[in-house]
């Protein structure tokens, strides 16, 4: 996946796109899905995570995994028809318009990313009908994508529409504003939208040790990887919640929202390092009509 651009005094930093000498999200998330789209700089800076967390891969799969289940959710019972997914980076196997189209077949699905690399793969592999689109833009740009006419031109801002944010917002910089940022998307929602999110998870004071390892990962990603990857508190990202109401479980580890099953196995301390959660922008309460 790509973050969105790092701002610089005089405007944004360009996405890495083809340039092999620097690591890029995207690429790097790739290769820890074992894909095949990426160069020796994104698998050295995954080996720099690794070090530090030799189970890693197993979270992105862990976030691959939870994205599913919510968009099979999404747009089975809850009705979902559209969905926006930011950040989706390059393509791999089970993309969100399978899922969603899986069980809708009429479901619109339109992915966004800035990386110039990802938009050329995506439109390739995932235009595969006339519902799926790849669009380039970027989740900071002014008046959200929700205002972007690629993205208008696909889906009606008027009705209800499924916002997929999955392991993007680890990667905005506290000068951003993460939460601002979603409040600027939920507050352009149409009532009786969904926003699902996932991101890094410092546990802080609830737990000392994974705070420790949280905080190693942290250096890793920002210093040794990619150059950003922070990990925020349950508090902080709570806040990506405010105005919508936050469907059960609630945000939670990503392998506690609604499981397919039971465990296999012990967890491991890194796949703990990462929150889920799925807001719904509530319906206006109907009038209520007094007797005569």
Same mark, same amino acid.
């Given at each position: 996946?790509?973050?969105?651009?790092?701002?610089?005094?005089?405007?944004?930093? $360009?996405?890495?796109?083809?340039?092999?000498?620097?690591?890029?999200?995207?690429?790097?998330?790739?290769?820890?899905?074992?894909?095949?789209?990426?160069?020796?700089?994104?698998?050295?800076?995954?080996?720099?995570?690794?070090?530090?967390?030799?189970?890693?891969?197993?979270?992105?799969?862990?976030?691959?995994?939870?994205?599913?289940?919510?968009?099979?959710? #999404? $747009?089975?019972?809850?009705?979902?028809?559209?969905? #926006?997914?930011?950040?989706?980076?390059?393509?791999?196997?089970?993309?969100?318009h399978q899922v969603a189209q899986q069980e809708n077949r009429d479901a619109q699905v339109v992915y966004v990313d800035n990386d110039p690399l990802c938009c050329a793969h995506g439109r390739a592999l995932l235009e595969e009908n006339a519902?799926?689109?790849?669009?380039? &833009?970027?989740?900071?740009? @002014?008046?959200?994508?929700?205002?972007?006419?690629?993205?208008?031109?696909?889906?009606?801002?008027?009705?209800?529409? &499924?916002?997929?944010?999955?392991?993007?917002?680890?990667?905005?910089?506290?000068?951003?504003?993460?939460?601002?940022?979603?409040?600027?998307?939920?507050?352009?929602?149409?009532?009786?939208?969904?926003?699902?999110?996932?991101?890094?998870?410092? !546990?802080?004071?609830?737990?000392?040790?994974?705070?420790? #390892? $949280?905080?190693?990962?942290?250096?890793?990603?920002?210093?040794?990887?990619?150059?950003?990857?922070?990990?925020?508190?349950?508090?902080?990202?709570?806040?990506?919640?405010? &105005?919508?109401?936050?469907?059960?479980? &609630?945000?939670?580890?990503?392998? @506690?929202?609604?499981?397919?099953?039971?465990?296999?196995?012990?967890?491991?301390?890194?796949?703990?390092?990462? #929150?889920?959660?799925?807001?719904?922008? !509530?319906?206006?309460?109907?009038?209520?009509?007094? !007797?005569?």
């Amino acid at each position: 996946m790509s973050p969105p651009a790092a701002r610089r005094e005089g405007g944004f930093r $360009a996405p890495v796109g083809v340039d092999t000498t620097r690591a890029s999200i995207a690429r790097v998330y790739d290769y820890s899905l074992d894909g095949k789209d990426n160069y020796p700089v994104d698998r050295a800076a995954l080996a720099a995570i690794l070090e530090v967390a030799p189970g890693q891969r197993e979270v992105s799969r862990l976030n691959r995994r939870w994205q599913h289940r919510v968009v099979r959710y #999404l $747009a089975g019972s809850a009705g979902i028809d559209q969905f #926006l997914d930011v950040g989706a980076g390059l393509p791999t196997v089970c993309n969100t318009h399978q899922v969603a189209q899986q069980e809708n077949r009429d479901a619109q699905v339109v992915y966004v990313d800035n990386d110039p690399l990802c938009c050329a793969h995506g439109r390739a592999l995932l235009e595969e009908n006339a519902n799926t689109h790849y669009l380039c &833009g970027d989740l900071l740009e @002014d008046g959200t994508l929700l205002e972007n006419e690629g993205v208008s031109r696909y889906l009606d801002p008027g009705r209800p529409i &499924g916002l997929i944010v999955c392991g993007v917002l680890q990667h905005v910089d506290d000068s951003f504003d993460p939460a601002a940022v979603v409040r600027g998307y939920t507050d352009r929602l149409a009532d009786g939208s969904f926003v699902a999110i996932t991101s890094f998870w410092d !546990p802080a004071d609830e737990n000392r040790e994974l705070h420790a #390892l $949280a905080k190693r990962l942290e250096w890793a990603f920002t210093e040794m990887g990619v150059g950003s990857g922070w990990y925020r508190t349950r508090e902080q990202q709570l806040e990506y919640f405010g &105005g919508l109401e936050l469907r059960e479980p &609630g945000l939670v580890g990503l392998a @506690d929202w609604w499981p397919a099953g039971p465990p296999t196995r012990p967890r491991w301390p890194e796949e703990q390092l990462i #929150l889920g959660g799925v807001g719904h922008k !509530p319906l206006p309460a109907p009038p209520r009509i007094h !007797p005569v």
